[in-house]
């Protein structure tokens, strides 16, 4: 059955901008009324605050056109629409963003269709395979099919499965201890990954994918609640933090056991489990030969990621649960080895609660929504409990009680590591869904904050992120399997905070610095060059203003140019730093060992404790960090 959230009115508005947006081109269809139902659909299960403030867009479209021609959005003639929609884009920033913004569930739905990604090459989804039969699973349970109240006791009560929570669970189910884990999100399988990227974000997601920050700019922070929580639905890379970066974190936290020899045994210790190492020539495609192509040309450093995918074939779907089951995320590595040493999982759990006697932990309390459909508690009694929610929603559960924060640092000192892309399109079939997404690496400027990793990404995704409309827009999607995307991060001096929002969940403020905006601008003109040198005869950005790039000399006017942060298109996936650990309690949350200087028996074991950004992406350090953290759990339960 379809959702439905929208008026009459709306929905007539909604399909209206839907056949300016998506005109019938050569090969794909124009926007007709699947794309209106589903587009519907999409925003229907967005949260309530965001789906509120789409269709204020919507009617503020609508009543642009009232302004303008004294008749409805719907009831002008197509050439009148598609004028207004122009103004908008050629507007100021609050015009051209709600555009953006209207946009986005449009193009999800138009191009999450299986006769679109056939007539562009692309496989639609994939065939499932059968729901596999393993022992460990039965320390597994889903809180959904209960309908009572639950109360349990453990050693240790971990909350949440992701990098941090899995590991320190598997390292003390290992060393012994009674552990229970609680994740909030629910279980998938193989035999559940369809390869369809918008049903598999709406499912593994949070808020199927609508987490964002809010500053002086825009800046969608996608985040998963499922078991393995973001590792299922990052793309598999596996750095450890450099040198540089250990040496700031040892500067600015006083903690000078933050080295690359202490941490080494434990990234060793990981690498293994997850079985780290670069992708095969053939699952990195035509993607990796053609940057390594550019990169040649401009005597750039390049090299393939290592990754936790021993035996990845390439389906390209690593964001969206892999089908295959080769990466290594922790619901098919860490989270089956802590049940199997005894350790249980409860899915379904909303933690909401520590549990405290006098300034020790105790314990989390919490609700989950029964087979009955209604609404009923749990309680973990436990002596040690470990919270590993993420760096946006650990603070935000310790805020709710005011617990942890002695320094008023808790929420603060947020980085994000600020990510863009561009597509170049080349004559050649490239193939970027027949490939490991994020399988090549540049780090000829790591060394000034900037690394580049591709970033390829399924149709309607692709689509979605996307600033362009109309014609052109289609054009470039016909492209799609002539068309290569890459992109970078920068390691951030911009800090953020998450603060209580409404309903008491996170909201995220982040404003990017002067020195981060030219780092941004610094880092995509890099990216076009090394684009065109790779031989894309034409580049799509998003960047207002330059949106498409046709010759190599336009790189040199837009370093020139003045462009401001509101101008890129950006999007990050790496919050940290929410509870950052340092020795001096006036500055940090918790201490080097992971437990809150506050709060005695109170650990905090995520991308939160780390003391700032790390210039890669997180998922080994937090895995290497966790690891360490549990002897020193285990030995205060003893």
């Known amino acids: 059955m379809t959702a439905h959230c929208l008026?009459?009115?709306?929905?007539?508005?909604?399909?209206?901008?839907?056949?300016?947006?998506?005109?019938?081109?050569?090969?794909?269809?124009?926007?007709?009324?699947?794309?209106?139902?589903?587009?519907?659909?999409?925003?229907?299960?967005?949260?309530?605050?965001?789906?509120?403030?789409w269709r204020t867009l919507l009617g503020g479209l609508d009543a642009q056109a009232v302004l303008m021609h004294q008749r409805p959005f719907a009831q002008l003639g197509l050439a009148q629409r598609l004028?207004?929609?122009?103004?908008?884009q050629a507007g100021g920033d609050l015009l051209r963003t709600g555009l953006r913004g209207l946009l986005v569930p449009i193009k999800l739905a138009h191009f999450d269709d299986a006769d679109i990604h056939a007539a562009v090459g692309c496989t639609y989804a994939r065939?499932?395979?059968?729901?596999?039969?393993?022992?460990?699973?039965?320390?597994?349970?889903?809180?959904?099919?209960?309908?009572?109240?639950?109360?349990?006791?453990?050693?240790?009560?971990?909350?949440?499965?992701?990098?941090g929570g899995a590991a320190v669970a598997k390292e003390l189910a290992e060393l012994g201890c009674a552990v229970v884990v609680l994740e909030e999100g629910a279980y998938f399988g193989r035999?559940?990954?369809?390869?369809?990227?918008?049903?598999?974000?709406?499912?593994?997601?949070?808020?199927?994918?609508?987490?964002?920050?809010?500053?002086?700019?825009?800046?969608?922070?996608?985040?998963?609640?499922t078991v393995g929580g973001t590792t299922t639905i990052n793309s598999g890379t596996c750095l450890r933090a450099p040198e540089a970066t250990l040496a700031r974190w040892r500067?600015?936290?006083?903690?000078?056991?933050?080295t690359l020899d202490e941490l080494g045994p434990h990234y060793a210790r990981v690498e293994k489990i997850l079985q780290?190492?670069?992708?095969?020539?053939?699952?990195?495609?035509?993607?990796?030969?053609?940057?390594?192509r550019g990169c040649e040309a401009l005597g750039w450093s390049n090299h393939p990621l290592p990754r936790n995918a021993p035996a990845c074939d390439g389906q390209g779907l690593c964001c969206f649960g892999c089908p295959s089951g080769a990466k290594r995320s922790t619901d098919v590595s860490y989270i089956p080895l802590a049940l199997q040493r005894g350790a249980q999982l409860f899915t379904g759990a909303v933690v909401e609660h520590v549990m405290l006697r006098g300034e020790t932990a105790v314990g989390v309390s919490g609700h989950f929504t029964g087979r009955d459909g209604l609404k009923h508690t749990f309680r973990v009694e436990a002596k040690a409990v470990v919270l590993a929610c993420g760096a946006l929603h650990t603070p935000t559960l310790l805020l709710r009680q005011g617990l942890a924060n002695a320094s008023?640092?808790?929420?603060?000192?947020?980085?994000?590591?600020?990510?863009?892309?561009?597509?170049?399109?080349?004559?050649?079939?490239?193939?970027?869904?027949?490939?490991?997404?994020?399988?090549?690496?540049?780090?000829?400027?790591?060394?000034?904050?900037?690394?580049?990793?591709?970033?390829?990404?399924?149709?309607?995704?692709?689509?979605?992120?996307?600033?362009?409309?109309?014609?052109?827009?289609?054009?470039?999607?016909?492209?799609?399997?002539?068309?290569?995307?890459?992109?970078?991060?920068?390691?951030?001096?911009?800090?953020?905070?998450?603060?209580?929002?409404?309903?008491?969940?996170?909201?995220v403020t982040y404003v990017v610095n002067e020195a981060d905006r030219s780092q941004l601008q610094r880092a995509t003109g890099l990216l076009w060059q090394l684009l065109f040198a790779a031989g894309a005869r034409e580049i799509?950005?998003?960047?207002?203003?330059?949106?498409?790039?046709?010759?190599?000399?336009?790189?040199?006017?837009?370093?020139?140019?003045?462009?401001?942060?509101?101008?890129?298109?950006l999007s990050a996936y790496h919050p940290l730093g929410t509870c950052r650990m340092g020795s001096d309690p006036r500055r940090s949350v918790v201490s080097a060992t992971h437990e809150t200087h506050d709060v005695h028996n109170l650990w905090i074991c995520d991308g939160s404790a780390l003391p700032g950004a790390l210039g890669v992406n997180p998922q080994m350090t937090i895995l290497a960090l966790a690891t360490r953290a549990a002897p020193h759990i285990a030995r205060r339960l003893g």
């Open 540 to 569: 799509h950005t998003g960047v207002h203003g330059w949106q498409i790039v046709t010759r190599p000399e336009q790189v040199a006017a837009f370093a020139q140019a003045r462009v401001a942060v509101r101008h890129f298109e």
């Open 127 to 163: 065939e499932t395979p059968r729901p596999e039969k393993a022992r460990w699973k039965q320390a597994m349970t889903d809180l959904g099919t209960q309908d009572a109240d639950v109360d349990l006791q453990a050693e240790v009560v971990v909350v949440g499965s992701g990098a």
């Open 408 to 507: 008023d640092q808790l929420g603060q000192n947020l980085s994000i590591h600020p990510a863009s892309a561009a597509v170049g399109i080349f004559d050649e079939a490239i193939g970027g869904l027949r490939a490991v997404p994020q399988g090549w690496c540049v780090d000829q400027f790591h060394g000034d904050g900037i690394l580049f990793e591709g970033a390829s990404s399924p149709l309607p995704i692709v689509a979605a992120s996307h600033t362009g409309y109309g014609a052109a827009f289609v054009r470039a999607m016909e492209a799609f399997d002539r068309s290569l995307m890459f992109g970078f991060l920068i390691r951030d001096s911009s800090r953020g905070r998450v603060r209580l929002g409404p309903g008491g969940d996170p909201l």
């Open 191 to 225: 035999d559940q990954f369809t390869g369809r990227a918008v049903h598999m974000m709406e499912r593994m997601y949070r808020n199927r994918g609508a987490t964002y920050a809010v500053g002086n700019t825009f800046i969608p922070i996608p985040i998963g609640r």
């Open 7 to 53: 008026t009459e009115r709306e929905r007539a508005t909604l399909s209206a901008l839907a056949r300016v947006a998506l005109p019938p081109g050569v090969l794909l269809p124009a926007a007709g009324p699947r794309t209106v139902a589903a587009a519907e659909a999409v925003v229907a299960g967005w949260p309530s605050a965001l789906q509120a403030g």
């Open 276 to 292: 780290v190492a670069p992708s095969s020539a053939a699952a990195l495609g035509v993607p990796g030969r053609v940057i390594a």
């Open 251 to 258: 500067a600015e936290s006083g903690i000078d056991t933050l």
């Open 83 to 88: 004028a207004l929609v122009d103004r908008c």
